[in-house]
């Protein structure tokens, strides 16, 4: 089955302490993104990449790091530097060809708690 | 102003009713726009794309209004299995879908 996997689905971390979050995809999509989503709110974009080894800022980066080191995977680190990293971290991904975005597909999302 | 801004919620509506929420979007060079559902501490589902020309599949349809700058989504005939938090995502520069808050809708017997 094709699809988007996210693992682990809950990670409980000590302040203090990096953590990575898995995002695989074999939709063969090119660009991947990360977002964070606070209780009652809406998406907000953190990183993405558009192509191997490329990736930009999104909205609320500060905290954190990705690689894109092969097309299936992009790995998130919340870094200790993440003032408020305890969110609901969903991983997506899309094809994009030529100017136009498709609709993005998400994985099921990885719940931080980091007390 | 939000890029991209929902219906404050929450919805409450009977079974068997009919719905509409809204989404306005402030980048006029927008071009593809969808509507998401998401149900509790899960991730959003791809609901519809919103098409120019508008779009309908079963009881739900989507409508696009460029001048207006929004688009809006209307279910028909609610049922309890509609309950959900639904997000509008509007295409921005580089790449990226812009969310909106949500706007979540409580569907009652």
């Known amino acids: 089955d094709g699809g988007i996997t996210q693992s682990p689905k809950y990670l409980f971390r000590k302040e203090g302490q990096n953590v990575t979050l898995s995002c695989e995809q074999n939709?063969?999509?090119?660009?991947m993104y990360w977002y964070r989503q606070d209780p009652g709110q809406g998406l907000r974009l953190i990183y993405y990449?558009?192509?191997?080894?490329?990736?930009q800022k999104g909205d609320i980066a500060e905290g954190y790091s990705v690689s894109r080191e092969k097309k299936e995977s992009f790995p998130l680190t919340v870094t200790s530097a993440q003032k408020n990293p305890t969110a609901f971290y969903l991983c997506?991904?899309?094809?994009?060809?030529?100017?136009?975005?498709?609709?993005?597909?998400f994985g099921p999302g990885t719940r931080l708690t980091v007390t | 102003r939000k890029e991209v801004e929902q219906d404050p919620g929450p919805f409450n509506v009977p079974e068997g009713a009919t719905v509409a929420f809204n989404c306005t979007y402030s980048?006029?060079?927008?071009?593809?726009f969808f509507w998401y559902r998401q149900d509790c501490r899960k991730e959003p589902k791809l609901l519809m794309s919103v098409y120019s020309s508008g779009n309908e599949d079963g009881r739900f349809t989507a409508q696009l209004n460029r001048a207006s700058q929004y688009i809006s989504l209307l279910i028909r005939d609610s049922k309890l299995s509609d309950s959900a938090t639904y997000l509008c995502?509007?295409?921005?520069?580089?790449?990226?879908?812009?969310f909106g808050q949500g706007t979540e809708l409580s569907v009652k017997p």
């Open positions: 995502a509007v295409n921005y520069r580089g790449g990226k879908l812009i």
């Open positions: 997506a991904s899309t094809q994009l060809p030529g100017q136009d975005i498709h609709e993005q597909y």
């Open positions: 939709l063969n999509h090119d660009a």
């Open positions: 980048n006029s060079a927008s071009q593809s």
């Open positions: 990449s558009q192509i191997v080894n490329d990736f």
